[in-house]
């Protein structure tokens, strides 16, 4: 298995460019999650879908942020316009079905630099 | 308005030695934990897990001690190695939910 694959693995770009981030999550994983990773605020969760459903998205910042999960095997995380504040590192993850024992595989992360 | 609380950004600590890295949360509805390390220019990689039923679980190395009243959790590493060098992340979920939230993590390093 290949894990959770993001792209791209580096992203620089100027203040109001769109940027579009996306991720494979594992086969037979059902839940998807966004995170951002920035020095002040650590790990937050942006949006999680289940089956490909949004199911909670109270974490995207505003709506300059939007993410999509057109079939089980793919996701994209869009921001448009950009802006320098933007700048952390993206992180996808998904998990099986099932409870009690889920835990999260994330990809490698997607650094994204907004000038 | 952080749910789950590192209060220590970095622990230094000598090859050998017990690492004790500490998690807060205040949400009493959480009853699933994890915590996940995680390496430079890489993804966070699970570690241990612990539900709300047990205040114990060990593996290998690293055991996480769960203190329910005392909304706190602890993660030991003994003994330590410089591998071992890294961000620690604790997380939290609600139903043994898959929505984790996570603290902002702890640097710890290992010094031979």
């Known amino acids: 298995d290949a894990g959770v694959i993001q792209s791209p693995r580096h992203e620089v770009t100027e203040m109001g460019q769109e940027v579009t981030l996306r991720c494979k999550p594992i086969s037979g994983h059902n839940s998807l999650f966004w995170y951002r990773q920035t020095m002040m605020r650590g790990l937050e969760l942006l949006i999680y879908?289940?089956?490909?459903?949004?199911?909670?998205d109270s974490g995207m910042p505003e709506d300059r942020f939007s993410a999509k999960m057109p079939n089980a095997s793919f996701s994209t995380l869009k921001i448009q316009p950009s802006e320098p504040r933007d700048s952390a590192v993206y992180f996808c993850a998904s998990s099986p079905p099932g409870t009690g024992a889920n835990v999260l595989t994330f990809g490698a992360g997607s650094r994204l630099t907004v000038l | 308005d952080q749910q789950v609380k590192q209060n220590s950004p970095s622990l230094s600590v000598q090859e050998g030695r017990i690492s004790i890295l500490n998690c807060d949360y205040t949400n009493s509805m959480f009853d699933y934990f994890l915590w996940y390390k995680k390496y430079p220019a890489e993804g966070p990689t699970f570690l241990i897990s612990i539900s709300s039923i047990k205040d114990k679980n060990e593996d290998g190395r690293f055991t996480v001690f769960l203190n329910k009243s005392a909304k706190h959790l602890s993660l030991h590493i003994v003994p330590s190695q410089p591998g071992d060098s890294a961000v620690y992340f604790c997380a939290a979920s609600r139903n043994y939910g898959q929505n984790f939230v996570f603290g902002p993590g702890t640097r710890l390093s290992v010094l031979p």
């Open positions: 879908f289940n089956n490909n459903v949004p199911i909670d």
